[in-house]
Nanobody
Framework: QVQLVESGGGLVQAGGSLRLSCTASGRTFSRYAVAWFRQAPGKEREFAAGISWSSRIYYSDSVKGRFTISRDNAKNTVYLQMNSLKPEDTAVYFC????????????????WGQGTQVTVSS
């Protein structure tokens, strides 16, 4: 069973940057798609970025041009580089994994990390 652990969240000023990491343990996840979802207080969990097993990449319109997702299969890790952060990016960020392909809704994702808080101050 694959387990996902996120790290890298924190408090940053608007315009700043953070890099989140999602590391899988238990087995290799080179055949998995991995995505980052986020959930702000009182809001539904929303898709931010995803990368398929073949490294096809998807972004939501709200993060496109500011966030970059990448994967290092040798390290069983997926990264989310977040630049030009805005207060509206404040949320708990979750990584999720599923076989092969990215979908932009949360329900088909089988595996979830515990989440990491990102807070962007104005």
């Amino acid at each position: 069973q694959v387990q996902l652990v996120e790290s890298g969240g924190g408090l940053v000023q608007a315009g700043g940057s953070l890099r989140l990491s999602c590391t899988a343990s238990g087995r290799t996840f080179s055949r998995y798609a991995v995505a980052w979802f986020r959930q702000a207080p009182g809001k539904e969990r929303e898709f931010a970025a995803g990368i398929s097993w073949s490294s096809r990449i998807y972004y939501s319109d709200s993060v496109k041009g500011r966030f970059t997702i990448s994967r290092d299969n040798a390290k069983n890790t997926v990264y989310l580089q977040m630049n030009s952060l805005k207060p509206e990016d404040t949320a708990v960020y979750f990584c999720a994994a599923r076989a092969l392909l990215v979908v932009t809704t949360p329900y088909p994702w089988d595996l979830w990390g515990q989440g990491t808080q990102v807070t962007v101050s104005s």
